[in-house]
């Protein structure tokens, strides 16, 4: 049974950072894809960014990229977002979630995290 928990997450004023964490566990942590989504209120869930097995990145688009930094550590078997210079339009549940990858280890399906809430206000 694949779990994935987040914390981290608060209130924080604009211009602030926050430091998002997941651990993961039923898994072999490091062949598995892994990254984070977000959704706000009234909105889908969206993409933030994400990581492979290999450590290739992607950010969902130019709002988050150059502020916010996804990372990995395959030894305590958590992913991080590292969120910079926030803005009040970041206000949204963050939520973590493990993929497939090109392992035969890896996850068959994605698996998600509770979510956690980061407020910024302005």
């Known amino acids: 049974q694949v779990q994935l928990v987040e914390s981290g997450g608060g209130l924080v004023q604009a211009g602030g950072s926050l430091r998002l964490s997941c651990a993961a566990s039923?898994?072999?942590?490091?062949?598995?894809?892994m990254g984070w989504y977000r959704q706000a209120p009234g909105k889908q869930r969206d993409l933030v960014a994400t990581?492979?097995?290999?450590?290739?990145?992607?950010y969902a688009d130019s709002s988050v990229k150059g502020r916010f930094t996804i990372s990995r550590d395959n030894d305590k078997n958590t992913v991080y977002l590292q969120m910079n210079n926030l803005k009040p339009e970041d206000t949204a549940v963050y939520y973590c979630?493990?993929?497939?990858?090109?392992?035969?280890?890896?996850?068959?399906?994605?698996?998600w995290g509770q979510g956690t809430q980061v407020t910024v206000s302005s």
């Open positions: 979630y493990c993929a497939p990858d090109i392992s035969k280890w890896a996850v068959k399906r994605d698996y």
């Open positions: 990581m492979t097995s290999r450590g290739m990145t992607t």
């Open positions: 039923g898994t072999i942590f490091s062949v598995n894809a």
